[in-house]
């Protein structure tokens, strides 16, 4: 449908360090392999998404929040004609920036790093990890990614305004990203959307009948699937409800596309950077019920009690342990991604603190808490 505005791996912009061609991978390939080896990837097995494991052994952590997210826009960019393979490096690599405990952990380290007068933000954390602190390779720093990866990381949802940042001033501020890129943004939406109201049911916070009250083209999935399925389990139904609600958003995320990419006359990819707003977006549709979903589990999931707690104490640890670790920065291992092998500081110790603690998982969070602090 959009083949014309599709991002070939021949247009790359390469790489910061030139490396040789391979001989049977593109360079969009090669970026998804490195994404998947290396160790901030493999860390997010063990990071929360929304809920943290103690209820349920089904819950989705934020590995398999990825996962979902990949399959998602690797759908919508096979519909449409547009580089898979870049599109799922993207995909695979717009979290691994996340520190520990969801979203209450990046609030709790921007949080940390206002004090000095700098903020905590996961995507530019992610381009940090790419760029400098996965320690892989030894010819270079880094994962050594192409420009369009990197750039999709720090723009796919958002765009950058020119002189915000002069660390993100290289990555085309004031342009829009490739279409592959604006996809992991709303890719991203559908999935935490659908996953939370699953995972919320099997954490007992809600009924099928609560989202239908308060999503009107829900209930009128659930209402089909009731008749359709009269002598099956309530959990499946509502598992068949929530496959059909993902179709649906899925398929206005691929028609809202396609209207407003034709519409904007653009015809090639550089015709997209131009434009004065992104192309991939809902119909109207499908961005009301999303901003309905989003709206109610703002309401009965996120704001509940049970999380709110655990929101909580998760927020008091980190700044205690963050404060403990400024005032011992030789507890901060070097040589692993956040100081130089030789122990010199090579960024400021509130960064290396803060790069440290972003890459802990939540169970590694909770053995160096409790062997330091008690």
Avoid: W
């Amino acid at each position: 449908m959009l083949s014309h505005l599709r991002f070939s791996s021949e247009r790359s912009r390469g790489r910061r360090y030139p490396e040789p061609e391979h001989s049977y991978r593109n360079p969009f390939q090669r970026d998804r392999d490195r994404i998947i080896h290396a160790r901030a990837f493999r860390r997010l097995e063990n990071k929360t998404q929304v809920f943290a494991p103690g209820l349920s052994d089904h819950f989705r952590n934020r590995l398999t929040h990825t996962i979902e997210v990949s399959q998602i826009a690797r759908t919508v960019a096979n519909v449409l004609g547009l580089n898979e393979d870049l599109t799922e490096a993207l995909a695979l690599v717009h979290d691994v920036g996340h520190p520990p405990f969801a979203h209450a952990g990046e609030d709790a380290l921007d949080h940390e790093m206002r004090k000095y007068g700098e903020r905590f933000n996961h995507n530019v954390q992610s381009l940090r990890l790419v760029d400098s602190l996965e320690r892989r390779y030894p010819r270079f720093p880094g994962l050594n990614l192409t420009f369009e990866v990197r750039e999709g990381i720090v723009k796919h949802s958002r765009d950058l305004i020119p002189g915000e940042s002069s660390t993100l001033d290289q990555y085309l501020p004031g342009l829009r990203p490739p279409v592959e890129a604006q996809l992991i943004d709303l890719a991203d939406e559908i999935a935490y959307n659908a996953a939370d109201l699953d995972d919320a049911y099997e954490a007992g916070l809600l009924r099928p009948g609560q989202i239908a009250d308060a999503v009107p083209v829900y209930a009128e999935i659930l209402d089909g699937v009731e008749t359709s399925f009269p002598g099956a389990t309530e959990r499946e139904r509502f598992q068949e409800s929530v496959r059909h609600l993902i179709d649906g958003l899925v398929s206005g995320l691929i028609e809202g596309t396609v209207s407003c990419a034709r519409a904007s006359g653009a015809k090639d990819v550089e015709a997209v950077r131009r434009l004065p707003a992104r192309v991939v977006r809902f119909t109207e549709v499908a961005a009301a019920t999303s901003r309905e979903l989003k709206s109610f589990l703002l309401r009965h999931v996120y704001s509940s009690h049970a999380l709110a707690e655990d929101r909580r104490h998760s927020i008091e640890r980190l700044a205690l342990l963050f404060a403990h670790l400024m005032a011992h920065p030789e507890l901060v291992p070097h040589g692993d991604g956040v100081e130089s092998e030789s122990g010199a500081e090579t960024t400021p110790r509130h960064r290396a603190v803060c790069d440290y603690i972003a890459g802990m998982t939540d169970g590694y969070f909770h053995r160096v808490y409790t062997a330091l602090l008690g």
